[in-house]
């Protein structure tokens, strides 16, 4: 696949999140969705759905759908969603919940719909810690029996983790489970305070910097790929302490440039940048954790929005950013969370709150 540049970004996002209902029969602390265990009142009927589908496929790029909830598998016309934007020529990835709806045979029917993916809530390395977060004991148990049963499907697993204050001392041991098992990508999702996702879960900002050497050891040792969730900072981490480091000269104007050599440009992607999300009242918004209604669908194209709408496009313009962010040199390829900064301070444009960093204000950063 050719990789993603700035101008797709601008007309194009990479990942789009469908969350097709609310209901879910988990109480999980962080929920981002305030899931409760019925459908709200508004959620897209089934024909709505399916003219969701279609206009996400009219992206110029079709962006990798991910099939989300609430728990997806509690909507009746689920497969019939799957068949249906796969049909559209989109990818589909699912994430059910560990809940007994989650069958071996839904997920064997899932598979014959089309999906390419699971997605697998796993928030710790034992069952005590993984259950208190997800309100429902048996979870971890559970969660375990889908990724044997996604195994013996041959469909790849990513597993999503929330890194919080509860499990930040187990990342070590679960990287090591996941790798015992053989997972296709390991997700570590940074708290937002959103939702469910109380503040007092969330990490300080210089840990941040000691979990991010951790898992850019295990990027380099494990047979799966990681990757962070509402923590652009990673990438400027890496840029620092990663295996090629930066080279820093002065220009004429005495500028410090700091150069990467020989790798790809990394491209952030980010809330609104790469990602947009539709709730599953229709509700049109840059993410899942940054819930700024910029429209609605049907009365709203998605095209649309994400082109075109002005906080679609202030998202996309670091130079834009308040505070620290703003002056990175950093900037382009991290941003910060957006959906942190408008949690914590009411500011989608607001400098990123768990960020350490103190920017060079002189540096520019040159990518090949
Ligand atoms: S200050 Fe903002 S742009 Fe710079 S590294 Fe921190 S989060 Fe990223």
New binding site residues.
């Given amino acids: 696949m050719q990789p993603y540049t700035t101008a797709d970004f601008s007309r194009n996002p990479m990942m789009f999140y469908y969350e097709t209902t609310q209901a879910c029969d988990l109480e999980c602390r962080h929920c981002r969705a305030s899931a409760q265990k019925e459908a709200a009142e508004g959620e897209l009927v089934t024909e709505q759905s399916l003219a969701l589908l279609k206009q996400i496929a009219s992206f110029d790029r079709k962006p990798h759908l991910v099939l989300t909830g609430g728990d997806p598998l509690k909507r009746k016309d689920l497969f019939t969603l799957i068949r249906f934007a796969v049909d559209q020529g989109l990818e589909v990835a699912l994430t059910p919940s560990a809940t007994p709806l989650a069958t071996r045979e839904a997920l064997a029917q899932a598979k014959a719909a089309g999906v390419r993916a699971f997605g697998f809530s796993l928030d710790a390395s034992n069952a005590e810690t993984h259950d208190a977060f997800r309100g429902l004991e048996g979870s971890f148990a559970k969660t375990w029996e889908l990724l044997r049963w996604a195994r013996e499907l041959e469909v790849p697993v990513q597993v999503n983790t929330t890194i919080s204050r509860r499990n930040v001392d187990q990342i070590d041991e679960m990287a090591q489970e996941l790798a015992d098992f053989g997972i296709a990508m390991w997700s570590l999702f940074f708290l937002i305070p959103v939702g469910r996702g109380v503040e007092e879960h969330r990490i300080s900002p210089v840990e941040y910097e000691s979990v991010f050497a951790k898992i850019y050891a295990h990027a380099r040792k494990q047979p799966y790929a990681i990757k962070t969730c509402e923590a652009?900072?990673y990438r400027?981490w890496v840029l620092q302490h990663g295996d090629h480091p930066l080279h820093v000269r002065r220009n004429v104007s005495d500028a410090a440039t700091v150069r990467r050599p020989m790798h790809r440009a990394p491209l952030g992607v980010g809330d609104g940048k790469g990602i947009m999300f539709v709730s599953h009242r229709g509700e049109i918004c840059p993410a899942g954790f940054l819930p700024i209604v910029c429209g609605r669908f049907p009365a709203d194209s998605v095209v649309d929005i994400y082109r075109n709408h002005p906080v679609f496009q202030a998202i996309r313009s670091p130079d834009q950013f308040h505070g620290?962010?703003g002056r990175?040199e950093?900037?382009y390829v991290?941003?910060?969370s957006r959906s942190r900064a408008f949690a914590v301070t009411g500011d989608y444009m607001a400098?990123?709150p768990d960020?350490i960093?103190v920017?060079n204000e002189k540096a520019v950063l040159v990518l090949p």
Avoid: A, F, L, V
């Fill in positions: 652009p900072h400027r620290n962010c990175c950093y900037r991290c941003g910060g400098s990123e960020c960093y920017p």
